[in-house]
């Protein structure tokens, strides 16, 4: 267990839905990270938030969002899903850069 | 921005056999360097980091790695792999100043044979 959980652990949903993937970061933790993570692209880095408010944001489509709740837990709010949203989708959480991140187990999104 | 190259997609090797998987780094300012394992069906495990100083850095289940600030790589080794080996490693880089997010490489998939 390394202190990251993300919820659910799989999810298929159909094309068009909205989906909410969850992730409680580790104790003490205040910075929570979004990755993507497919075949084709590898890990893409979507978002992040410090301490409830959102601090860089990378290859994230419009469709997609996020937060940070006044707990660190963090939400990521996937709509409109089409077939290539299909992927792995982690979540991490780091004290600062030079400690590196603590990553969950992930979310296999599976969208039929 | 930086950037990281994984050279290889796919490295078979037998087991007990030594290992070097290869990244390079593309930045213009200090970095911070990471190598990360993936297991099926698991999250990315921290295996080791270079921040500053001593240019190998020694991390988990017998695995380090050398930091070359001229050819701007942090290639990983092992001296004699094993089964449980067998994974998905990642290399990761981030800026020494600022705050921001990991920037993989592609991965290379280590596959062990017996």
């Known amino acids: 267990d390394s202190g990251v959980t993300q919820t659910p652990k799989h999810l298929i949903t159909a094309t068009g839905q909205r989906v909410t993937l969850r992730c409680s970061p580790r104790?003490?933790?205040?910075?929570v990270y979004w990755y993507q993570q497919s075949l084709d692209q590898g890990l893409q880095f979507l978002i992040q938030y410090y301490n409830g408010e959102e601090r860089a944001k990378g290859n994230i489509l419009e469709r997609f969002s996020a937060q940070q709740f006044p707990d660190l837990h963090s939400e990521l709010n996937l709509s409109s899903l089409e077939l290539g949203d299909s992927a792995l989708y982690f979540c991490?959480?780091?004290?600062?850069?030079?400690?590196?991140?603590?990553f969950g187990s992930g979310t296999r999104l599976t969208v039929v | 921005a930086q950037s990281v190259t994984q050279l290889d997609s796919q490295v078979p090797v037998f087991e007990e056999a030594p290992v070097e998987l290869r990244c390079n780094y593309s930045s213009s300012v200090s970095v911070y360097l990471f190598w990360y394992v993936q297991y099926p069906n698991q999250g990315l495990q921290l295996l080791l980091k270079?921040?500053?100083?001593?240019?190998l850095v020694k991390g988990i289940n017998g695995f380090e790695a050398e930091f070359n600030k001229s050819q701007t790589s942090f290639h990983l080794r092992k001296p004699s792999v094993h089964i449980s080996d067998t994974a998905e490693y990642f290399c990761a880089v981030t800026f020494t100043s600022g705050n921001t997010p990991l920037v993989f490489g592609k991965g290379t998939r280590l596959s062990v044979i017996a």
């Open positions: 991490a959480s780091s004290v600062g850069p030079s400690y590196g991140y603590t």
């Open positions: 270079y921040l500053s100083g001593s240019t």
């Open positions: 104790s003490g933790d205040l910075s």
